[in-house]
């Protein structure tokens, strides 16, 4: 057994109080003269015995009552498993690991699980004593730098900062986090407090602890597992069109899935630009998920916003999930030809949107463009041989290219021009002079076809008649649109890291076809030119705490500034750069719809979701969880919230205290000496 506070051991001394009264208080008893017989004389010296003996009693009781009290203020222990660190004076490390994903948002009899954490870690930062320290972990983000502090006023304000983050719960690497800055600690007693509702998929087998064996450590789990509530969760929202234009038909699709225990009926809806465009009912059954399409029509340009919820249910964190399109008011589109005569029948065919104002078109001969132009612009026509490839390819940036072989093209400027775009493929320059070859196959289910035929008949082409064409001698790498009879593609898609092109083995002239006076040829134009530039339109999207980068060539000026869903704006600085010539951002911390601005002007934009692994309500139970985190410590406590917590940690951290049992004691003495005291008092009175 050892105390806590040894030092009010001292009061013992105040045991020999009540000795010393009771030999002040000796006195002789007064002589009474009796009479003669001999029987009262004999009932008088029993009384008095009886009378000393009390007397020595309560001497006993008053001493055992001081001794108790002493005892139970000096906090006896038992079972104390490191004698050093239970001492009174041992000073404490703690690290308070608080899971503040958004599963935490569950709400109970007592509130939500994380409320209800917050509230525990603020009543055990309020028992920290002088040279103890303590750090507040976020399992979102357990990387932060921080450290121990002594400072219990900030550790109270950072803990009243934490908020539900919809960023990846990273439990393992915050456990990781706390056993390193625990081995660097020399306080004796060394303790990690987690705060989490177990979810499985934040357990990983394959997870490896860098800090192994810390015995000297104890882990207290704080478990708020619930079996019995209901959710859904959007895990994936995503947008079906590869083609998109303003006053056309846009179509969405989501998956939402239930991983609860039980039935849940909800109402999604979805928003384009805040305003509700399309709404379907849910019932969905235990473990099972279901996937919904929305269409609607595309009102607007510029950037838009789309936006799918479902109905509040017991967590509130997945309800939600964001797209984010830029769609521009007019394409810009860059003509570059080597002759000029072979864009005549390309600017005809544009020449109906140029009038509506969906394509803004600019016209250069290859001797006389340049690389701004190229990386100012949507999509790229080209057509020749001649352009030189750093042109195309200087930028970082995807380029959007349509390509036709010039009208006098050589085979080998037109293959050595493929090669130098990083297109393997080669080509035979085929000229008939006695017949024609036709189309063969139409890849029909290619996004330029859509729209362009009656859904409920079979689609039908009037072949052009074509007399020269390149085709393939080898095996095309690329996927065909429109195939000639001889197998060869005739139109194709294809694309290396930097370029996606529609490429066009003919040139746009009579001379070689009459596909220009076709009325396939305007439409393919304009589609492929929409179904190029749709390829930016969805901006990026990632998950909550990602980091995200932006090409420095996207900005113009030095003020580059992000607009957060919540209104707030972050300035990006040229600090931010990276080895690669890219802006980092990193302050990803609100789900919504981010803007990026060049000084004033919208630049780009990005979605930033929820991560949807929370929404899986499927919970390790304590013997797994023990198993996975016993490399650190095999010394695991798990606690109930409603219980009384501080006892049982002052339990395991200093063993078992008897103080209640010794109190007692003294209030049962007490009522003895009371009692016996009385009674005394009354015989003292029989014989006076």
């Not at 009932?43 to 108790?68: D, E, G, H, N, P």
């Not at 090669?419 to 290619?446: A, C, G, V």
């Amino acid at each position: 057994m050892i105390f806590l506070n040894p030092t009010v051991l001292l009061g013992l001394l105040a045991a020999g109080i009540p000795i010393l009264i009771h030999l002040l208080n000796l006195r002789k008893l007064k002589k009474i003269e009796f009479s003669t017989l001999a029987f009262l004389k004999e009932l008088q010296k029993t009384k008095i015995r009886k009378i000393k003996l009390k007397q020595w009693i309560l001497l006993a009781l008053r001493v055992l009552i001081i001794i108790f009290l002493v005892l139970s203020f000096a906090r006896p222990t038992l079972e104390s498993v490191d004698i050093a660190a239970a001492a009174s004076k041992a000073k404490t490390s703690s690290v308070f690991i608080l899971d503040d994903s958004y599963s935490m948002s569950l709400i109970n009899d007592n509130g939500s699980n994380f409320n209800k954490s917050k509230e525990i870690i603020s009543t055990l930062l309020k028992d920290l004593h002088e040279g103890d320290e303590a750090l507040i972990i976020q399992t979102t983000n357990p990387f932060e730098k921080n450290e121990l502090t002594s400072n219990r006023t900030l550790l109270e304000t950072e803990l009243d900062l934490v908020e539900i983050s919809k960023g990846k719960n990273r439990l393992p690497e915050s456990i990781n986090e706390a056993s390193k800055y625990l081995s660097q600690s020399q306080n004796l007693n060394k303790e990690i407090y987690l705060f989490t509702d177990l979810q499985q998929n934040t357990v990983s087998s394959d997870f490896e602890f860098e800090i192994n064996n810390l015995s000297d450590a104890r882990i207290y789990i704080f478990n708020f597992v619930n079996s019995d509530k209901g959710n859904l969760g959007i895990t994936e929202f995503s947008l079906n069109n590869q083609l998109i234009e303003k006053d056309k038909p846009i179509s969405f699709s989501s998956i939402i899935a239930n991983s609860s225990q039980k039935n849940v009926e909800s109402i999604a809806s979805l928003f384009i630009n805040g305003k509700r465009s399309a709404q379907k009912s849910l019932s969905i059954q235990p473990g099972e998920s279901e996937l919904i399409n929305f269409e609607t029509t595309l009102t607007e340009d510029g950037l838009i916003s789309a936006e799918l919820t479902i109905e509040d249910d017991d967590i509130i964190g997945d309800n939600e999930a964001f797209l984010s399109l830029l769609v521009p008011e007019a394409i810009k589109v860059l003509l570059i030809y080597d002759n000029q005569s072979d864009a005549a029948f390309i600017e005809s065919a544009l020449q109906n949107d140029i009038t509506k104002n969906k394509i803004e078109l600019s016209k250069y001969s290859s001797d006389n463009v340049f690389s701004s132009l190229i990386s100012e612009t949507d999509v790229v026509i080209y057509i020749g041989e001649k352009i030189k490839t750093a042109e195309l390819i200087n930028s970082e940036s995807r380029k959007n290219l349509i390509l036709f072989p010039p009208s006098n093209s050589n085979q080998n400027s037109y293959n050595g021009f493929l090669s130098r775009i990083n297109l393997p493929n080669r080509f035979n320059k085929i000229e008939l002079r006695d017949n024609t070859i036709q189309f063969d196959e139409i890849d029909f289910k290619h996004p330029i076809f859509g729209g362009l035929f009656n859904e409920d008949e079979k689609p039908s082409v009037n072949s052009p008649s074509i007399t020269k064409y390149y085709k393939s001698s080898s095996n095309l790498n690329g996927k065909r649109i429109i195939s000639l009879i001889d197998k060869s593609p005739l139109i194709y898609e294809s694309s290396n890291e930097n370029i996606t092109m529609i490429n066009f083995n003919l040139s746009p002239v009579l001379s070689w076809s009459d596909f220009p006076l076709k009325s396939l040829f305007a439409p393919i134009i304009i589609r492929s030119i929409f179904y190029l530039s749709s390829s930016e339109a969805l901006q990026k999207s990632i998950n909550s705490l990602e980091e995200i980068s932006f090409e420095k060539n996207q900005f113009r000026s030095n003020i580059i500034s992000v607009l957060k869903p919540s209104g707030k704006r972050d300035i990006i600085s040229s600090d931010s750069l990276n080895t690669g010539n890219r802006y980092n951002y990193s302050k990803t911390d609100e789900t919504g719809i981010y803007k990026v601005y060049d000084n004033i002007n919208l630049t780009t934009s990005f979605s930033v979701n929820h991560y949807n692994e929370e929404s899986n309500l499927a919970w390790s139970n304590e013997e797994s969880f023990t198993n996975f985190i016993n490399d650190v410590s095999d010394n695991i406590i798990f606690l109930n919230s409603n219980d009384n917590f501080k006892e049982k940690i002052n339990q395991t951290r200093f063993g078992t205290e008897l103080w209640r049992f010794f109190l007692i004691l003294a209030l049962i003495a007490a009522i003895l000496e009371m009692i016996i005291s009385r009674n005394t008092k009354k015989d003292l009175a029989d014989l006076g």
